[in-house]
């Protein structure tokens, strides 16, 4: 029989009626009830390590749920984590690089209706991530509406319907049909032993484009900011004519700030390569997220970060795959005629 150690953190999933909206309020052994008509053979103790709505949720957070895990790593088989959904795909992602050398299944699941109401999600989900928590199976993982995601891969897509995580730019892992588990890929085991990185370093900026982006905002982001995203436009173009981003751009970079390009297209990455407006800033040693998502890039520049305060050494950090968060095959490199 397969041990499994329930970690609660709130969210949706254990939400109650409150005097100003749902919150979090059911405890871990609440949530357990809900398992004793279909425990799968399973031998489950739950474990409350926080009631918070997954938007309160924050970097120190994520430190906590890896040690927990970490803690108990050797007592069980398997982790299930139930997470409120809005940061949910952050989370997986943080603890997919905290967590290394993982020979066991971490799964995180949540619910768009708390468990306690007639029309939810919540049992369907829970059952699904706690059968996929008895795999032989190594990795971080999202259980959602029957389809299982790589932890960097998973981002929210609708706030309301029950398919609301899809898996960006990689395959799904597999599929739970009642007590079933259909694989589409597993991943590789791994080959080094387990062992936690949590040192984060939470001080990173996303910044979103648009037209009429003030180059001024750059000055602020030089003297408040360890690290900084760059959301940018289709294949990674940076503004250059009119409001000209590029001098501040290099500002960062001379100071030895971590700048990195990403695209605001939620598919297929981007190829900083291929027009003027994406080379002109490549010229400066600027990170490239290839077909990375954002609920990877923020948890993985942290974790850069939280490792080396040399940039060249956070950029070769960034632009390595792990854990499944990058394509090896993605085309982001510079063109043989320069």
């Excluded at 008895?134 to 319907?161: H, L, N, P, Y």
């Excluded at 370093?201 to 602020?220: M, N, Q, R, W």
């Excluded at 290839?290 to 305060?309: C, F, Q, S």
Aim: glycine letters at 8%.
């Amino acid at each position: 029989m397969k041990k499994i150690l329930l970690l609660a953190t709130g969210g949706t999933i254990a939400s109650v009626e409150g005097d100003e909206g749902l919150k979090p309020g059911l405890s871990g052994e609440d949530l357990l009830k809900y398992f004793q008509r279909a425990a799968l053979s399973a031998d489950v103790t739950a474990k409350i390590l926080m009631n918070r709505d997954s938007t309160n949720m924050q970097p120190e957070h994520w430190v906590q749920i890896a040690e927990a895990v970490a803690e108990h790593y050797e007592q069980y088989d398997g982790f299930l984590i139930t997470h409120g959904t809005d940061t949910l795909g952050y989370t997986s992602a943080a603890l997919s690089y905290m967590l290394q050398g993982l020979n066991k299944p971490v799964v995180l699941t949540g619910s768009q209706v708390p468990i306690s109401f007639k029309k939810t999600d919540a049992k369907k989900n829970l059952f699904n991530a706690l059968r996929f928590a008895c795999e032989e199976i190594g990795g971080v993982f999202v259980v959602f509406d029957g389809r299982v995601i790589i932890g960097t891969r998973a981002v929210k897509m609708r706030t309301k319907s029950y398919d609301a995580f899809e898996s960006i730019n990689h395959p799904y892992v597999a599929y739970v049909t009642g007590d079933e588990v259909h694989y589409h890929w597993r991943p590789s085991p791994s080959e080094q032993p387990f062992h936690i990185e949590t040192s984060l370093s939470p001080d990173v900026f996303l910044l979103k484009l648009y037209p009429g982006t003030k180059p001024e905002i750059f000055d602020f982001l030089k003297e408040h900011y360890r690290g900084v995203i760059i959301e940018s436009f289709g294949n990674g173009g940076v503004p250059f004519e009119g409001r000209n981003l590029l001098p501040k751009i290099k500002e960062l970079t001379d100071a030895g700030i971590a700048v990195m390009i990403s695209t605001q297209c939620l598919e297929e990455g981007h190829d900083l390569y291929l027009y003027e407006v994406g080379r002109k800033v490549a010229q400066y040693p600027v990170i490239v997220s290839g077909d990375m998502n954002t609920e990877a890039i923020v948890p993985k520049l942290m974790w850069a970060l939280g490792k080396t305060d040399d940039p060249a050494e956070v950029k070769k950090i960034i632009e390595t795959p792990l854990a499944y968060d990058l394509s090896r095959d993605w085309g982001g490199s510079a063109p043989e005629n320069g």
